[in-house]
């Protein structure tokens, strides 16, 4: 087996903005495995606020190019490298070589039912009021959306005026850690009144237990604070919903693994994504198709996507050609 790294920037259509910052463009690592006439391929993007870089994820790639470049499996991968975006590019390129050398889908080798499409929302970027109504208007006919907040009591002003643009539409919102105990508490009545239908990680992670006596009227969703199935015990009695993403659990063997744990204690899954490619949200439909939420919007984010790329019609996301990954 033969690994070869590489990096990408990829411009985004817009400015991507939530609590703890922006970005413009998405930098991100492809991993290609091949043996033979077979190729693999997995993509990751770096992130900041888990202490990763790409200097750091190229790094952890490179310590493993003897194990991997002489057999490694998936399952050895998961004790070799830390859960993170460099085991997620390892991982996702290994269940693409396997698909492409056995001649079977990712779907098929996972013992799951491959659907014609799943439904997507589309994320509107933290901002003022008003832009958050324009770029909504782009969007009018998709049943759901997901609105980022920042912890501002502005927040209310950017769900009542996007629920104007979008009557019918159904709302998630993402405070990613921005916000307070109390203000939770003052305002989750108030997204209620407005159809908000999931609350994601209101707090930062770390501070979920103010939630273990909260009754609110609006499900939870974990994200920052749950990364693999290590993080399930501490968040029992506190969420809801967990949000499952390849960059955080390390790849899609420990997203399976997680989803599944997940389910019997409990939970219910939204699955989710960083910004990246077509090639980065593809593993992902696999975990997708167990969930009730389904966040897969990154490379709609982007003003050119790598080809094949996955399409989207009013949230309708097709799912990946056998080219692209799987």
Not at 35 to 45: H, I, Q
Not at 46 to 60: K, T
Not at 130 to 149: C, N, T
Not at 203 to 222: F, T, W
């Amino acid at each position: 087996m033969h690994l070869t790294v590489t990096t990408e920037d990829w411009r985004l259509q817009r400015t991507f903005r939530i609590a703890r910052g922006a970005q413009t463009v998405t930098t991100v690592v492809v991993v290609t495995v091949t043996d033979g006439e077979a190729r693999g391929r997995g993509e990751c993007e770096p992130q900041d606020h888990y202490g990763e870089s790409v200097e750091s994820v190229l790094g952890q790639i490179e310590t493993i190019r003897g194990v991997l470049e002489n057999g490694l499996s998936r399952e050895e991968l998961l004790h070799t490298l830390p859960a993170g975006a460099a085991r997620n590019a390892v991982d996702c390129a290994l269940w693409d070589l396997e698909a492409k050398r056995d001649n079977r889908s990712a779907w098929e080798i996972a013992g799951l039912s491959k659907p014609d499409f799943m439904l997507t929302d589309f994320t509107i970027s933290l901002d003022k009021p008003e832009a958050m109504y324009a770029q909504a208007l782009e969007y009018l006919g998709w049943p759901i959306m997901k609105l980022k907040l920042g912890g501002e009591d502005e927040d209310i002003e950017r769900v009542r005026t996007v629920r104007e643009a979008l009557p019918e539409t159904r709302f998630t919102i993402d405070a990613n850690e921005s916000w307070s105990f109390d203000h939770l508490a003052a305002m989750a009545p108030k997204f209620a009144e407005l159809g908000v239908v999931l609350i994601e990680q209101p707090l930062p992670a770390g501070q979920d237990e103010a939630l273990r006596n909260y009754s609110g009227p609006v499900p939870m969703c974990a994200d920052e604070s749950c990364h693999t199935r290590e993080s399930l015990p501490k968040l029992r009695g506190l969420y809801d919903f967990i949000n499952i993403k390849l960059d955080k659990t390390g790849g899609l063997t420990e997203a399976l693994f997680l989803a599944r744990a997940a389910q019997a204690a409990g939970f219910r899954l939204m699955t989710g994504c960083m910004t990246g490619t077509s090639l980065a949200m593809a593993p992902a439909t696999l975990v997708a198709s167990l969930s009730d939420f389904v966040d897969l919007d990154g490379g709609l984010m982007l003003r050119e996507d790598r080809q094949p790329a996955m399409t989207c019609d009013l949230g309708r996301l097709k799912l990946p050609d056998p080219g692209l990954w799987g």
